[in-house]
């Protein structure tokens, strides 16, 4: 299960040289499979790189403070 995760978000994050979709992975119709295929093949302008960093942002904004607080949280209570 690790693994097929593991390839799922390298395939999502487009780490990897498939040219798996998202839509490829939901199973969305045909219509919305072509355009991000499109899409991935083609790249994307500026415009389009800064409305995905802001919406990445938005998605995974809350992340870096949750984990400094986990860390924090489990260095007080290590006793080295």
């Known amino acids: 299960m690790v693994y097929r995760e ?8 487009h780490i990897n040289s498939d ?12 219509y919305f499979r072509r355009q991000a295929a499109r899409f991935a093949a083609t790249g994307m302008g500026p415009a ?13 904004g809350f992340l870096a403070p ?5 860390i924090d949280g489990a260095l ?3 006793q080295m």
Do not use: C, H, N, P
């Open 48 to 60: 389009a790189q800064k409305l995905v960093r802001s919406a990445m942002d938005l998605v995974f």
């Open 66 to 70: 949750e984990m400094k607080g986990w």
């Open 19 to 30: 040219e798996a979709t998202f839509a490829d992975y939901m199973r969305l119709e045909s």
């Open 6 to 13: 593991e390839s799922f978000i390298s395939s999502f994050l």
């Open 76 to 78: 007080q209570r290590d």
